[in-house]
């Protein structure tokens, strides 16, 4: 379930708004073309 969260907020884009709902919230991750191996590297910095 926490993997469709991420997935959900951080990688996939909402139809309408035409981003993800964490750059909707001003959350800038600058994760590139491939945001899902961009988003593990980034996370894995953080520990």
Do not use: C, D
Not at 10 to 34: C, D, V, W, Y
């Amino acid at each position: 379930m926490e993997a469709f969260r991420i997935h959900y907020n951080f990688i996939r884009e909402h139809g309408s708004i035409k981003k993800t709902p964490a750059e909707k919230a001003g959350i800038k991750l600058n994760l590139g073309q491939n945001k899902i191996e961009n988003l593990i590297k980034l996370a894995s910095k953080k520990l």
